[in-house]
C-alpha cells in the first residue's frame, strides 16, 4: 500500500478508541490562539508525541496535541501546534493531521493562521478572510502516487474556501462588530521573511498576506473533499512596507495581542455552522 495512507491509516488505529466524539469542525489553531481550547467544554486531549510517527513541531509556541471539545453545540477537534514545511517534515507530514482529522470525522476544516500583510490598505492587527489561495510556491502536498482511496488524481481546486462558511464567517463578523478584511494568501515555504523584491511581486500576482503554513493543509482537505475555510491575522506589515527588521517575536507579540477578538470571531463562527 502507499506509503503515505498507510501512516495515515497506522496513526488513526493508534488513536481512534481515544477519540470521544465524531467532530464536525476540525479547527488548526495558528500563531497567538495556542490557548483557545481554555475557553471550550473539553473532553479529551491526545498529545501528538503519544501518536507512533506523527509529525512534532519543534517552533517555539506551537507544542502540539489535539482537544476535543464543544464550542456551543458544536463538536470541535483542535490543533493546538502544526508543523509547517521549513522544520524539515516531507510536505506529505505536513498534511497528516488535516488528512487524520477528516478519518476522526470532521467535515470542516477551519484554518487559521498569521500572516504578513501585502495589499498596502492592511494594518497589523487585522483579520482577513482567506477568500482563496496561492500555491505555486510551496510544494503540492498530493505529489506522489495518488492516494486513490482519499480523493481523484487531478482534484479541482475552483472553490477551495466553501463559500457558504465565507457568508457564515461574514456574518458573524459583522454581528458581533468585528471589522474582517478579505483576500488571497500566498504561501511561501519560509523560515526566511520575503525580501522586499518578493512583497513586490507577491503584490503583483494577486496576494494581499504572505505565510508559511495554510494552502498545503487546503489542498489536502480539498482533495478529500473538506469543506474549508479560513481567517489570517495579520500579525505586521510585509518586508518592505515598514521601516524595521521583520522578526518571530513581532510576529508573536502582534498575534497575542489580537487573540481575544480572534476567538471570539472564531467562536462565533463555529456557533453559525
Ligand atoms: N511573512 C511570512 N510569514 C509571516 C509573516 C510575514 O511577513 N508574518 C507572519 N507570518
Redesign the pocket.
Given at each position: 500500500m502507499n506509503q503515505t495512507y498507510q501512516k495515515l491509516l497506522d496513526c488513526y488505529e493508534s488513536i481512534k478508541d481515544r477519540i470521544p466524539f465524531s467532530p464536525k469542525v476540525a479547527l488548526v489553531l495558528g500563531?497567538g490562539l495556542g490557548n483557545y481550547a481554555d475557553s471550550m467544554e473539553v473532553k479529551a486531549e491526545i498529545d501528538y508525541s503519544e501518536i507512533k510517527d506523527f509529525p512534532v513541531s519543534t517552533v517555539p509556541g506551537h507544542a502540539g496535541k489535539f482537544i476535543f471539545g464543544y464550542v456551543g453545540q458544536v463538536p470541535v477537534v483542535c490543533m493546538k501546534g502544526r508543523v509547517h514545511y521549513y522544520e524539515g517534515y516531507p510536505i506529505t507530514d505536513v498534511v497528516l493531521p488535516a488528512r487524520l482529522m477528516k478519518l476522526m470525522g470532521a467535515e470542516i476544516l477551519f484554518l487559521t493562521?498569521?500572516?504578513?500583510g501585502i495589499n498596502p490598505s492592511f494594518g497589523a492587527g487585522d483579520f482577513m478572510l482567506i477568500t482563496d489561495h496561492i500555491s505555486c510556491f510551496a510544494p503540492n502536498p498530493l505529489i506522489g502516487q495518488n492516494i486513490e482511496e482519499l480523493g481523484l488524481r487531478f482534484p479541482d481546486m475552483s472553490t477551495v474556501y466553501d463559500r457558504e462558511l465565507q457568508d457564515k464567517i461574514r456574518k458573524a463578523a459583522k454581528d458581533n462588530d468585528i471589522p474582517l478584511k478579505e483576500g488571497i494568501y500566498v504561501q511561501?515555504t519560509?523560515p526566511s521573511?520575503?525580501s522586499p523584491a518578493e512583497i513586490r511581486m507577491l503584490r503583483t500576482l494577486g496576494a494581499d498576506a504572505?505565510?508559511?503554513s495554510t494552502v498545503v493543509e487546503a489542498i489536502a482537505a480539498n482533495h478529500m473533499g473538506m469543506k474549508i475555510c479560513g481567517i489570517s491575522c495579520v500579525?505586521?506589515l510585509?518586508?518592505g512596507m515598514v521601516e524595521h527588521p521583520?522578526t518571530h517575536e513581532e510576529?508573536q507579540e502582534a498575534a497575542n495581542k489580537a487573540a481575544p477578538l480572534f476567538k471570539q470571531l472564531i467562536t462565533e463562527s463555529i456557533k453559525s455552522f
Open positions: 500563531s493562521n498569521a500572516s504578513g511561501l519560509g521573511f520575503e504572505v505565510g508559511m500579525a505586521n510585509a518586508a521583520l510576529v
